[in-house]
T-cell receptor, first 115, second 114 residues
């Protein structure tokens, strides 16, 4: 299994440009999430999905859109990039909860710079 | 609401000496707590987790943490630091049992001197 994969690894955008960060998992996990990591603030939840066709907002959703058309993929879209969106983005997945806590598996991250 | 405070943004130890990374949490119900480690330019790896079983939790690479409800703490310790332990460590609380909504502390960067 490849686990959680993210592309691209690095990206530089100009203010106002749009782009999509890709995330895929091959573990048949139903739950997927997007986080951003900023210095001194840990990771903050942007959007999450509990299954195909179902998404919801996290702590910092403004400026980002998501969709979940398949179980495997959970892309994150920036419609009009702003310098405040310069960050490292992590995608994570976990299976549907059963008994006890389910570990989240994280992708390697995408480092985004907005000029 | 749940929150996590990591009391030190940077910790420096010498190789072979003990490690203590401090974490306090706030939760309106019995929390699930975790420590994740992030090595430079890498993703996050789960070190250990507390989910209301034993209060002393053992993790990978010799790390352990003790859940103390009276002190609302979940400090991470290791008896003897190794150079490979140099990384950033995150204390995390789960908002729900599903585990898909995590609240992270600000992180503690551990430096290990030879």
């Amino acid at each position: 299994n490849a686990g959680v994969t993210q592309t691209p690894k690095f990206q530089v955008l100009k203010t106002g440009q749009s782009m999509t960060l890709q995330c895929a998992q091959d573990m048949n996990h139903e739950y997927m999430s997007w986080y951003r990591q900023d210095p001194g603030m840990g990771l903050r939840l942007i959007h999450y999905s509990v299954g195909a066709g179902i998404t919801d907002q996290g702590e910092v959703p403004n400026g980002y859109n998501v969709s979940r058309s398949t179980t495997e993929d959970f892309p994150l879209r920036l419609l009009s990039a702003a310098p405040s969106q310069t960050s490292v983005y992590f995608c994570a997945s976990t299976r549907r909860p059963g008994l006890g806590y389910n570990e989240q598996f994280f992708g390697p991250g995408t480092r985004l710079t907005v000029l | 609401a749940q929150s996590v405070t990591q009391l030190d943004s940077h910790v420096s130890v010498s190789e072979g000496t003990p490690v203590l990374l401090r974490c306090n949490y706030s939760s309106s119900y019995s929390p699930s707590l975790f420590w994740y480690v992030q090595h430079p330019n890498k993703g996050l790896q789960l070190l250990l987790k507390y989910t209301s079983a034993a209060t002393l939790v053992k993790g990978i690479n010799g790390f352990e943490a003790e859940f103390k409800k009276s002190e609302t703490s979940f400090h991470l310790t290791k008896p003897s630091a190794h150079m490979s332990d140099a990384a950033e460590y995150f204390c995390v609380v789960s908002v729900n049992n599903a585990g898909n909504m995590l609240t992270f502390g600000g992180g503690t960067r551990l430096m290990v001197k030879p």
